[in-house]
């Protein structure tokens, strides 16, 4: 949940505060946009928001538990989680939009290098937050781990 808060966070402020991409109020349906196409996020009017924040949660929940399955593999390791998390962004992004580009035909260019810089920061600020917290529930015996 953390990751999906910040990552909302910076694309209030960068995306719609700095590059001035979109309105504040089109972070929550872009998701929507982005898998289903944007007429179909036009069509279902309100509900674009309520599936779009949906998507954005259901995702950024399972990338935490996936980031809490693989992390005590690498703590055994000596691994500080923050390092960790700046590979898993990268990994997320590509999977992610490698997904929404299989999905639909509305997507940003993903061979743009502002694009690609934009979404890798985007994701170190979902990754890290993400890892932080997780280092600190496995740490503190919140979540029990099988590993």
């Not at 910040?6 to 872009?30: C, D, F, K, S, T």
């Not at 590979?87 to 590509?94: D, E, H, K, V």
């Not at 929404?100 to 260019?109: G, L, M, R, T, V």
């Amino acid at each position: 949940m953390a990751g999906a808060i910040v990552i909302w966070i910076y694309e209030a402020l960068i995306w719609v505060g700095v590059q001035h991409l979109m309105p504040l109020a089109g972070i929550p349906r872009n998701a929507t946009g982005l898998v289903f196409g944007k007429a179909f996020q036009e069509s279902i009017g309100i509900w674009a928001y309520v599936i779009g924040t949906a998507i954005h949660f259901v995702f950024a929940i399972g990338w935490g538990v996936l980031f809490a399955a693989i992390w005590p593999y690498f703590r055994r390791r000596g691994y500080e989680a923050t390092f960790v998390a700046l590979f898993y962004a990268i990994f997320a992004w590509i999977v992610m939009h490698v997904a929404i580009a299989i999905a639909s035909d509305n997507h940003p260019n993903y061979l743009d290098p502002i694009v690609i810089i934009g979404g890798f920061m985007s994701h170190f600020c979902f990754t890290v937050p993400l890892a932080l917290v997780v280092k600190r529930m496995l740490a503190s015996g919140a979540v029990e781990s099988n590993s």
